[in-house]
C-alpha cells in the first residue's frame, strides 16, 4: 500500500483544514488507518484512527475537534480538523496497517507526510 498525505499549510488559531490520504496498491478496505502527528522536538504521538469497518477512536487532544472519515471507492481517508490551536502544528502522517491500535509501530505503510501550522 502507498500511502499519499496532502492538505496541510498555514492556519490561524481558530481555523480549520482538512487533510486527505489517498491509498493505491492493496485493498485499502481491508487496513485500519491512523493519523499521526509529530512536532518539533517531540516524539511522534496519536491523534486518530479508523478500522476498516469505520469504527473511529481520538486522542483526548483532538476530540470534538477533529473527525476522521474513510471512503472505500476512493480509496481514501480524511481528517477534518476545526477549532485549530497552536499546539496541534506539526507534520501530520497518515499511515495504513491490519492492526487497529494507537500504537505507531504497528503500522506497516506510512504516507510522507503534511505540515500544519496553525498561528496564534
Known amino acids: 500500500v502507498q500511502l499519499q498525505a496532502s492538505g496541510g499549510g498555514l492556519v490561524q488559531a481558530g481555523g480549520s483544514l482538512r487533510l486527505s490520504c489517498a491509498a493505491s496498491?492493496?485493498?485499502?478496505?481491508?487496513?485500519?488507518v491512523g493519523w499521526f502527528r509529530q512536532a518539533p522536538g517531540k516524539e511522534r504521538e496519536f491523534v486518530t484512527r479508523?478500522?476498516?469497518?469505520?469504527?473511529?477512536y481520538y486522542a483526548d487532544s483532538v476530540k470534538g475537534r477533529f473527525t476522521i472519515s474513510r471512503d472505500n471507492a476512493k480509496n481514501s481517508v480524511y481528517l477534518q480538523m476545526n477549532s485549530l490551536k497552536p499546539e496541534d502544528t506539526a507534520v501530520y502522517y497518515c499511515?495504513?496497517?491490519?492492526?487497529?491500535?494507537?500504537?505507531?509501530?504497528?503500522?506497516?505503510?506510512w504516507g510522507q507526510g503534511t505540515e500544519i501550522t496553525v498561528s496564534s
Open positions: 479508523i478500522s476498516w469497518s469505520g469504527r473511529t
Open positions: 499511515a495504513a496497517g491490519t492492526i487497529n491500535t494507537a500504537d505507531d509501530r504497528l503500522y506497516a505503510y
Open positions: 496498491g492493496r485493498t485499502f478496505s481491508n487496513y485500519a
